[in-house]
């Protein structure tokens, strides 16, 4: 039997686990994981600047691939609370990554020791698994164990932390017969699609409600053709969205308060049955759940069974992975169609494609400073299908939820539960370290970008390009927005003039010097007119230095995004001017028709 010490043990284990990339930072208590990570090879680390920004590139790492599971590492104490965010957005989102953690002695843990901290406790609520390890012995059957949790049932994280002397302790330990442990997923019966498409068989309009669990059992292929058989408009949720091109004769837009469709809405209202699959009914998405159940019955398939009803009680429910129920909703209705028992959907699809065209938001405006709309439309002109846009939230990211198109799953990379500010910079160098052939983009609004932009400098010392649009209006306008049903503007203003860059008026930061201080490139767009060139411009930049490129457009001051002010799904309100003639909205999925 071989003889190692326990953190080598663990680094042996993650690699045969299929880890490939770590992220993370090193410090006293948790260096001999990074001895034996060194010792070892194999794994490519990221040293983060910060190890929050050392989750969300774990985050993003993981969101980007079907089986990939980001791993975040760091020393005691504050490292392990500075994880907690990561945890918190990969636990709301069903994200798998894997935080390990150093810590003091275990003679010393309860003694106030410097950076002794209970993460254990703390990380509990946001983990599916949070342990400190005291016995050796037990290190590699806690790796074991955290990698088959986060890969059953509904994924999520775990947290292991491993106290210095148990790192160093050799225990017996082989790793060429070591093997993962079956992650267990429920399956639907097929007596239970049965009983779901005879539920749809009675509607004259259903809906099918795509969700992230789609994405994440790497089902978008079954999805499709399970549609495309019955017939059915698909509504994506925010996290689902990519399952199906937005271009596809079925994509009927998406729902909600905020990051929703015109016609996706419409629709929804009209609708009579639903079938929401790895969805859990986010409340951004339904609104008043009087409005959004009212007229319309409900089968929810989910693969955490106490999900189900957790909302709203659905007529009918089933406790399943999206990949084994869509296996079999795609059987069976293949079956329905050869004896022609299929009802005819195709009037109602029609509908929602003509509502697709008709019920369009404006987004060609040629003002100066740049309206926010302009920017989402040449995005469209300039990033292609294959590009994945990586975003968090505020006005930026629900704008561009409303006017940026996606076409392919994982394409959308998106925190949507936490939104924790600063997510995006981390996140996209996660994505592209995990898919460095592929165009990402990020979108932020200033606020965000400020949270965590010391990441940048991460990207250009590991070599990690990516496109960052940074929507600058020196305001927080997604609560300054939020602010007006108390009439106030309060502590949401981040103007001022910089007294070493007076041509910005009174918007502030520099972010051209900070981004290229920090090794990065960076354009600044004034005029609507020239955003296209410099995206261009910014994908050439990138390609040729190797590290993330910045283009920042100076946006009017106050900008109210579309959104309902009442938590009512069919009063969203249109503050701006919406599509009246094509050239209202060039980079539409569809024309517009008047």
């Not at 749809?200 to 795509?210: C, D, N, Q, T």
């Not at 009914?281 to 957790?310: C, M, S």
């Not at 100066?368 to 002109?381: A, G, H, S, T």
């Not at 007006?484 to 972010?511: K, M, T």
Request: glycine share 8%.
């Amino acid at each position: 039997m071989a003889r190692m010490t326990a953190a080598r043990a663990a680094v042996e284990i993650l690699k045969r686990e299929g880890v490939t990339d770590a992220f993370g930072v090193p410090g006293a208590a948790i260096n001999p994981f990074y001895a034996a990570l060194k010792a070892s090879g194999g794994i490519d680390h990221t040293l983060a600047r910060h190890v929050e920004g050392a989750s969300h590139m774990a985050e993003g790492y993981t969101r980007t691939r079907p089986g990939n599971i980001g791993v975040c590492i760091g020393t005691s104490g504050p490292a392990g609370t500075d994880m907690i965010t990561g945890l918190y957005s990969a636990i709301g989102d069903s994200i798998p990554i894997l935080c390990i953690t150093g810590q003091a002695p275990t003679a010393v843990i309860h003694k106030e020791d410097f950076q002794a901290v209970d993460i254990a406790s703390i990380a509990k609520p946001v983990t599916k698994m949070a342990v400190t390890v005291l016995e050796a012995a037990q290190v590699p059957g806690v790796f074991q164990q955290a990698f088959h949790l986060m890969r059953s049932g509904r994924p999520g994280p775990v947290l292991i932390d491993l106290p210095i002397d148990v790192q160093l302790t050799e225990i017996e330990f082989d790793p060429d017969t070591y093997e993962p442990l079956p992650a267990y997923k429920p399956s639907a019966t097929r007596a239970q699609i049965e009983k779901a498409l005879a539920l749809l068989g009675e509607s004259e309009r259903p809906l099918i409600v795509a969700g992230g669990g789609i994405i994440n059992a790497d089902a978008s292929e079954l999805l499709v053709k399970f549609a495309e058989l019955t017939g059915i408009p698909v509504v994506p949720t925010l996290m689902g969205w990519g399952v199906l091109p937005d271009d596809h004769e079925l994509n009927a837009g998406m729902v909600g308060l905020q990051t929703s469709h015109r016609y996706g809405n419409a629709t929804f209202l009209e609708s009579d049955f639903v079938l929401g699959i790895g969805n859990r009914w986010a409340n951004r998405h339904t609104g008043k759940l009087d409005v959004y159940t009212a007229g319309r019955k409900f089968v929810h398939v989910d693969i955490e069974p106490t999900q189900i009803g957790k909302i709203f009680p659905p007529d009918y429910g089933i406790a399943s992975d999206a990949k084994a129920a869509l296996e079999l909703f795609v059987e069976a209705a293949r079956e329905l169609k050869a004896a022609g028992a299929l009802p005819d959907r195709s009037v109602w699809a029609r509908q929602a494609q003509e509502k697709k065209a008709r019920l369009q938001r404006r987004t060609h405006f040629d003002d100066i400073p740049i309206k926010p709309q302009r920017v989402y439309e040449e995005m469209n002109k300039v990033f292609g299908p294959e590009t994945r846009y990586v975003s968090t939230i505020g006005l930026s990211q629900i704008a561009g939820a409303q006017m940026l198109h996606v076409y392919r799953p994982r394409h959308w990379i998106n925190c949507g539960q936490a939104g924790p500010l600063g997510w995006t910079v981390p996140a996209a160098l996660g994505v592209a370290k995990a898919d460095p052939e592929a165009p990402v983009v990020a979108l932020s609004g200033d606020y965000d970008f400020q949270f965590m932009i010391e990441e940048l400098a991460v990207g250009a010392q590991h070599r990690i390009p990516y496109v960052h649009v940074l929507v600058n209006n020196s305001y927080l306008g997604l609560i300054r927005q939020a602010q007006r049903a108390f009439d106030i503007d309060f502590q949401v203003n981040l103007e001022f003039e910089n007294l070493n860059s007076p041509e910005l008026g009174v918007y502030g930061v520099d972010h051209i010097k900070v981004a290229e201080g920090l090794g990065c490139k960076a354009l600044r767009v004034t005029d609507p007119s020239e955003l296209g060139a410099a995206f261009e411009q910014a994908l050439k930049l990138a390609a040729e230095y190797r590290v993330p490129v910045v283009v920042e457009a100076i946006l009017e001051r106050v900008t109210n995004i579309s959104m309902s002010t009442t938590n009512d799904i069919s009063a969203v309100v249109e503050f701006e001017e919406v599509a009246t003639e094509p050239g209202h909205a060039p980079t539409s999925i569809k024309a517009l028709k008047t």
